[in-house]
């Protein structure tokens, strides 16, 4: 398994950096279903002690990520094609008709924002830097829905998003499909700037599916 970056951020717990990392390398494939972590492991990688390690973990492992294994540690799960596609068809009905209500109405700041983020995640997905990838990723697009004005669909996509694995993520790396699925970002907020609602919940459709392709390993772009 590869390093762990040094847990420094003061605005999160222990805890919460540690379970940030965990999750971003599973979810992208750097750590792989079946691989079992421990705990000392973990805590002398991350350099610190082993409670928020094991905090962290005990909520990775009701989140899903994980299963624990008596007297040898956590075991990463495996989640089916299946079940990735019944996520990524949820996505595809809860962020792409917004799109139609968002369009024409973002203000200067607002597109100023969306557009240095897209940056952003065109950037990690050529220098192959998942955490950063999947980080401003998550940002953009909850971003956009926060402009909907509906709480309970920001908080309903994220907690979707949690649940899924990019389990391709590391080897579309290697081909131009994740740089060319990322510059979509940059393409949608053009759309949304004028007012081209229903080409952007187009786009926004084709995108996800181009996502879910990740997630199960292939590329369907």
Not at 135 to 153: M, V
């Amino acid at each position: 398994m590869s390093g762990f970056a040094t847990l420094l951020s003061p605005a999160e717990s222990l805890r919460e950096q540690v379970e940030g990392q965990l999750a971003s390398r599973i979810v992208s494939g750097e750590i792989p279903p079946g691989e079992v972590l421990t705990v000392p492991t973990l805590a002398g990688e991350f350099g610190v002690s082993a409670t928020p390690v094991r905090e962290a973990m005990l909520n990775l492992a009701r989140r899903g990520f994980l299963r624990p294994i008596r007297n040898r540690g956590f075991e990463v799960t495996e989640v089916s094609p299946d079940e990735l596609r019944q996520l990524s068809e949820v996505r595809m009905l809860l962020e792409a008709p917004p799109m139609v209500v968002v369009a024409g109405t973002l203000d200067d700041e607002t597109v100023a924002e969306l557009r240095v983020t897209a940056d952003r995640i065109v950037e990690a997905a050529r220098d192959a830097r998942f955490d950063e990838y999947l980080a401003a990723d998550t940002e953009f697009h909850l971003r956009i829905l926060e402009c909907t004005g509906n709480a309970k669909l920001v908080e309903t996509v994220r907690e979707l998003r949690q649940q899924t694995r990019l389990v391709g993520l590391v080897q579309l790396a290697e081909t131009d499909a994740l740089i060319s699925t990322s510059l979509e970002h940059a393409e949608l907020v053009d759309l949304l700037v004028a007012g081209r609602g229903q080409d952007a919940e187009a786009l926004m459709r084709r995108h996800i599916g181009h996502v879910g392709g990740i997630w199960s390993g292939q590329d369907e772009a």
